[in-house]
């Protein structure tokens, strides 16, 4: 468990890349980091795993503070059960340990009013699960699909400007964006290998009870504003409304743009953003139910020999994450890929299918739950 919230425990879970470490951390690192430990609760892989890229560090944290910590019109549990609800259409079972034990420790977990927010969430990634992955991550989502039917309760997308949609939506684009820099970065548990199965539920049971007072705290919206330089809404994310959440998205999305222009040559931006225009959710098809990356090659086949190692691991990343290997990242670093332009490619990657995802959802149901408490402090 002490790996779960410890900084040490936290850094060994990251591949790939080596995150900076707190006691090494300055300047804007350094500010985002204790940030997220008053904020969130425990140093978390997911979000450390950007620190090679300053920026884009700020710009994951500041979506995530400001999407599913901060107050707003929708209470904790609400945006819990939306982020566990993402993460399992996303078949991301990392995140989803992580969320439904959150989610679980918070009073109202259990409402039944909950549900058709739930199942929004879960419709939103296309598909209810990506072919090939592993048994346990497949029994997860099953586990979270007893929720009523996919659908149930949508109103008129033309309504989704009002505060608690644009709140919900935030947070789907988020965690469309977190679930596959942690399936690149991390691995299918926030758990130790060496827990045994049937030592897991009683694990995360006590992470949820770890996490209960700082998931029951409400931080100040825009507080992380501060953290990067203003930045004009672009029209796909008209759906964050205004506000501190709006400011937020502008920001991060303004600073992952950067880091893609600096990291992401011009013909891979071009055919990713090609490929996403055209793209209408869930995964890549592949052959007989088994995924396969032929689908990449092909894509990538007109580019220069120095190109189809990065156009491959953007493609995988924002299409089918959990396709990315060793063998995939290891092609992309021999291009001369370091930390931070692997981190920014796959944040621009990332972001820019969450985007993606975002100007196409349904509007949430309406959120009707008086008797779940606030996460008032």
């Given at each position: ?340 332009s692997l981190i920014e490619l796959t944040a621009w990657a990332s972001l820019s ?25």
């Open positions: 468990m002490l790996a779960l919230v410890t900084a040490r425990g936290a850094l060994a879970q990251v591949r790939h890349v080596s995150p900076v470490p707190p006691r090494s951390a300055r300047g804007l690192v350094a500010r985002v980091y204790g940030q997220l430990v008053r904020d969130f609760g425990m140093a978390a892989p997911p979000v450390l795993l950007h620190s090679p890229a300053p920026e884009v560090l700020a710009a994951c944290w500041m979506m995530l503070r400001e999407s599913l910590l901060c107050g707003g019109a929708v209470a904790r549990v609400v945006k819990e059960a939306v982020a566990t609800g993402v993460s399992a259409a996303n078949a991301c079972p990392y995140c989803v340990d992580v969320h439904d034990a959150t989610l679980r420790g918070l009073r109202g977990h259990d409402d039944p009013r909950l549900a058709p927010v739930a199942a929004w969430a879960r419709t939103t990634a296309g598909e209810q699960a990506a072919p090939g992955l592993p048994p346990a991550s497949q029994a997860r989502q099953s586990a979270l699909g007893e929720w009523p039917p996919p659908g149930a309760g949508l109103v008129a997308v033309g309504e989704r400007s009002a505060a608690p949609q644009a709140e919900l939506i935030a947070v789907a684009v988020t965690f469309h964006y977190l679930n596959r820099m942690v399936a690149v970065f991390l691995g299918d548990s926030p758990l130790p290998p060496e827990v045994p199965a049937r030592a897991r539920g009683p694990a995360l049971r006590a992470f949820g009870r770890l996490m209960r007072p700082a998931a029951r705290r409400t931080p100040p919206a825009g507080a992380s504003l501060p953290l990067l330089p203003a930045a004009s809404l672009p029209p796909d994310l008209a759906w964050a409304g205004s506000g501190p959440q709006a400011e937020a998205f502008a920001r991060a999305s303004a600073a992952i743009e950067a880091g893609g222009r600096r990291s992401v040559p011009g013909p891979v931006r071009d055919l990713v953003t090609e490929r996403l225009a055209s793209w209408t959710g869930g995964p890549p098809p592949g052959r007989a139910g088994v995924p396969s990356r032929a689908w990449a090659a092909e894509a990538t086949a007109a580019l220069p020999d120095a190109l189809r190692p990065p156009a491959t691991l953007a493609l995988l990343t924002a299409l089918a994450p959990y396709q990315v290997d060793d063998g995939v990242v290891e092609a992309c670093r021999r291009t001369g890929q370091d930390d931070r299918a969450a985007r993606r995802v975002g100007g196409r959802l349904p509007a949430p149901p309406p959120v009707n739950v008086p008797s779940v408490e606030r996460t008032d402090p």
